[in-house]
């Protein structure tokens, strides 16, 4: 009987996470990497921007001053999606064409103060501040929200406005889409399994091996094995978390350690700081038993071959199914293997 080669057969894969399927056309990358290795000019920032509004002591586009801050900084979005004081009111006169509002509030979390930093160049300590913000966000918003979305939007590719370096929250009373089908999925296999779904994956992951980027002692980052974008990663912990505050202090270590890890190696991809969208999936905040659901982030970044060629959603993806070429494995591999010494560190040694 003929085997399902992964890496010469066009072929399906099936995302439990979501219910949905992705194609895979490895055979379009049979040739060996060719992709051309830009050498994009250092982007060196100031590390004070008097012009950007997330700086320290500087003016918003509303005319607040943003306090002299010297850690994070985290304030209500301006310019908020979600509303808290939005009127409860279900229109459903149309079972076609129903709607209903919801309660939310959204905040911008400043990283740090230095304008010209990542989160792949802050010190790990630095990098756990972070962490910590997230954490709290969580436990004080989740008394009165639902769903607690934490997530960074990072480059200009990714309609990111502003470089500084930052993320935002968005709280809200319904479960959106996406963490609704992951909250479905993860109660069906629970049920019929009574395992968790995807704590039984990564011990698979951990067999097999090959879609491992970085792992230490309590996180694993892999390219799912049904991943989509082109270097989508998953970072997961080892044991059962539902959500970010129930971690220990040693997990939070781990975690700004494998997170800064990941990020360099993102970023020594294309020798560029690597755009993409991450964010945290945990278990939502309501008081319904969540035992199915495991605490993960996900990171969807667009670029494909070099550090201005992204992948476009388009076409047959757009009417049909997602779709890639190279394959889940060859994509771990490349990030696997890059270097654990962010490109700019290695450069500036070399001129030394
Ligand atoms: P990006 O992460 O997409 O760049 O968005 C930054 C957020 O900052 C954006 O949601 C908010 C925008 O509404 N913002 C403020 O709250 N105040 C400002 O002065 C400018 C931008
Ligand atoms: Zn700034």
Redesign the pocket.
């Known amino acids: 009987m003929i085997q399902l080669s992964f890496s010469d057969h066009p072929h399906r894969r099936y995302n439990p996470l979501s219910g949905e399927w992705v194609l895979v056309s490895p055979h379009r990358t049979k040739r060996p990497w060719r992709g051309k290795q830009e050498t994009t000019p250092s982007q060196n920032r100031p590390s ?2 008097p012009k ?1 509004y ?2 320290p002591g500087n003016a918003r586009a509303n005319g607040k001053i943003n306090p002299k801050y010297s850690s994070t900084y985290v304030f209500t979005n301006d310019f908020a999606a979600l509303l808290s004081n939005t009127p409860t009111v279900k229109n459903s006169i149309n079972p076609l064409m129903q709607s209903e509002s919801l309660q939310g509030t959204c905040r911008v979390i400043c990283f740090s103060p230095r ?1 010209d930093l990542t989160l792949a160049e802050m010190s790990i300590e630095e990098v756990q501040c972070v962490i910590d913000v997230w954490a709290d966000q969580v436990t004080e918003l989740g008394k009165r929200y639902r769903w607690i979305q934490i997530f960074e939007n990072k480059g200009e590719i990714m309609g990111c406005s502003n470089p ?1 370096p930052h993320g935002q929250v968005w709280a809200e009373t319904v479960l959106p889409s996406e963490p609704f089908k992951e909250d479905r999925q993860q109660v069906l296999y629970f049920k019929e399994n009574d395992s968790i779904m995807l704590l039984d994956y990564i011990n698979i992951e951990y067999e097999q091996k090959d879609r491992i980027v970085v792992e230490n002692e309590h996180w694993i980052a892999i390219v799912p094995f049904w991943a989509f974008w082109p270097f989508e990663t998953m970072l997961l912990p080892r044991r059962h978390v539902l959500r970010l505050p129930e971690l220990a202090i040693a997990e939070k270590v781990s975690l700004s350690k494998i997170l800064k890890n990941l990020l360099i190696k993102y970023d020594n991809l294309f020798n560029v700081s690597f755009p993409y969208t991450m964010g945290w999936h945990g278990a939502p905040t309501d008081p319904g038993n969540y035992t199915h659901w495991q605490l993960h982030a996900h990171f969807y970044p667009p670029l494909l071959r070099s550090s201005t060629v992204k992948k476009f959603v388009v076409g047959y993806e757009m009417l049909s199914e997602a779709q890639r070429d190279l394959t889940q494995e060859q994509a771990a591999g490349r990030l696997r293997n890059l270097s654990d010494i962010h490109y700019k560190l290695r450069d500036s040694q070399v001129k030394e």
């Open positions: 004070y921007d950007c997330l700086c304008h500084h």
